[in-house]
């Protein structure tokens, strides 16, 4: 069984492949002084919840987070056995190697979500992941990353209106009925909602502009959905790329030992 490790700025998530199918997706707070007894107690706790019989061979990693890889490379191997591999790292290989400017450290969910989305879509692509940051990730024809956008994400973006705005409140992300609030709420969720589709709208379009050809956009991430909804955004959504690409990442690795 491989576990793969998705660690983002706000949660962790933690998924098991079993070698034909996953067979849970665990979430988690991201917390950098989380041990990793405290990571082995929620995770045992949810697997026999689940009633999953555990033979974890594997371990793949993929953290935004560099303070936490410690404690999830010593919950790896106190617990399985396992020496993880951690995406970002010089012993973990990358099928395509990104082209960008020299010195340049690419994301690690950047990485494995260009490695996943080309797996299952080839090259000449545009993977948009609303996240903690909404990322647009350029894929070539060949698979490598090349470049790409980084904007806030839409709940921080939220997050800080309300802490710089003392009189606005903090709503949740929804579509409104309407474009023109006729409440405080309306208006900030309109300015969310909209604002947004027109950022990777418009984004995209500048991108297929300069890459000179033609771009699927695949939508990735909690909110790819909302943001989908009444707009041509993306071409597909794929609710596990990160996770599929961490699977990718790990058998072509496999397949070099």
Known sequence: MLLCIDCGNTNTVFSIWDGESWLCNLRTSTHHARTADAYFTWFSTLINHYGIKLNITDVIISSTVPRVVWNLRVFSDRFFGVRPMVVG???????????????????????????????????????????????????????????????????????????????????????????????????????????????????????????????????????????AQGEMLFDVIEDDLTMHGLKVIHAYNKELA
């Open 89 to 227: 790292k010089p012993e973990c290989s990358l099928p395509i190697a990104p082209r960008v400017d020299a010195g340049t450290a690419v994301g690690p969910d950047r990485l494995v979500n260009t490695a996943g989305a080309f797996d299952r879509h080839g090259g000449d692509l545009i993977v948009v992941d609303f996240g903690t940051a909404t990322t647009f990730d350029v894929v070539a024809e060949d698979g490598a990353y090349v470049g790409g956008v980084i904007a806030p994400g839409a709940n921080l973006s939220l997050e800080a209106l309300h802490m710089g705005a003392a009189a606005l409140p903090h709503v949740d992300i929804t579509q409104p009925d309407k474009v023109i609030g006729t409440n405080t709420v309306g208006c900030i969720q309109s300015g969310v909602f909209w604002g947004y589709v027109g950022l990777v709208h418009g984004i995209c379009d500048r991108i297929r502009a300069e890459y000179d050809r033609p771009m699927r956009i695949i939508g990735t991430g909690g909110l790819a959905p909302l943001f």
